[in-house]
């Protein structure tokens, strides 16, 4: 039995052979397999990594024009030419509808040229009514000041030391006088200005340079100063004098007024000329308008 099972072996070991033949044609087979699958995957991963160095450059060019485009003007496309046939009513649009702007626009015009002409039509009368209204104010108020207010100037030193020579007053024409006021009035053909001293129906006298009114004394401030230097030189500033030398009378008549300079030494008054009336009054001096250092009110 040894002997035929060993008999019986040869064949078991062909087969075994044989097996192990397919194994190895088997594993020859897949090792081809593999390397043929090896050898086609190379060449894709090789074609995968070119085509990522290709967009990278594609994209690092593109960003770069996208730069310069941004930094360069855009460029305005030219217009397309149409064909004359399909333009025709495209362009008739064209030209009504610029027709109609430029009537538009020229009526536009006219109009805000009609606009502004009456403006200053307007502007013009205003002004032309404004002007005719100043003018007769003016003249208003020149004819009232000529009736109730005037400017004079002073000629000589008669009313020194209050008024000197060349000064300019402002008189308010006026015939209410009280007792010392400045009053304007007509000499002649003089015109001068004095101090109202007596009133009609009041009995008047100096006597050591005081004055008496109805027997009670005045005091006259406006030239105490020179009063007192006089009596300091044993003068007096005033003569004494009566009404009765004067006028012929010892009270003032009616709308007679006696009149004195504040510079008794040397200015003509009444103990010269006499009383003077009220018609010959012309307005109360009320203040010195020049110069402007001496702007004084009375």
Not at 216 to 237: H, L, P, R, S, T
Request: net charge positive; hydrophobic share 30%; glycine share 6%.
């Amino acid at each position: 039995m040894t002997k035929g099972q060993k008999r019986k072996n040869p064949r078991q070991r062909q087969q075994k052979q044989s097996e192990k033949l397919s194994a190895v044609q088997k594993r020859s087979v897949g090792n081809v397999e593999k390397n043929a699958k090896k050898n086609t995957e190379q060449p894709s991963k090789r074609k995968s990594a070119a085509n990522l160095q290709s967009k990278k450059k594609k994209q690092c060019s593109e960003n770069k024009r996208s730069q310069s485009l941004q930094r360069q003007p855009k460029r305005k496309k030219p217009r397309q030419r149409l064909s004359s046939k399909k333009s025709q009513p495209r362009i008739n649009k064209l030209a009504s509808s610029f027709k109609k702007q430029s009537k538009t626009r020229l009526f536009g015009k006219r109009k805000s040229k009609r606009r502004k002409r009456i403006f200053f039509t307007g502007v013009r009368r205003g002004v032309h009514d404004f002007l005719a209204v100043l003018l007769v104010t003016a003249l208003a108020s020149l004819a009232i000041s000529t009736l109730f207010f005037g400017v004079e100037k002073v000629n000589g030193y008669s009313m020194m030391p209050t008024l000197t020579d060349g000064d300019t007053v402002f008189i308010r024409k006026s015939k209410d006088v009280e007792r010392m006021d400045m009053v304007l009035f007509q000499r002649g053909q003089v015109q001068q200005i004095r101090r109202v001293i007596g009133l009609p129906g009041e009995r008047i006298y100096y006597s050591d340079d005081v004055l008496y009114v109805n027997g009670e004394a005045v005091d006259e401030k406006f030239i105490i100063n020179e009063i007192n230097e006089a009596q300091k030189n044993g003068g007096q500033y005033t003569e004494d004098f009566q009404l009765l030398a004067i006028s012929g009378a010892q009270v003032v008549p009616d709308k007679c007024y006696l009149v004195l300079a504040d510079n008794r030494e040397y200015g003509s008054d009444s103990r010269e000329y006499g009383l003077i009336t009220s018609e010959q009054i012309i307005g109360i001096v009320k203040a010195r308008l020049l110069p402007l250092n001496v702007l004084t009110g009375f």
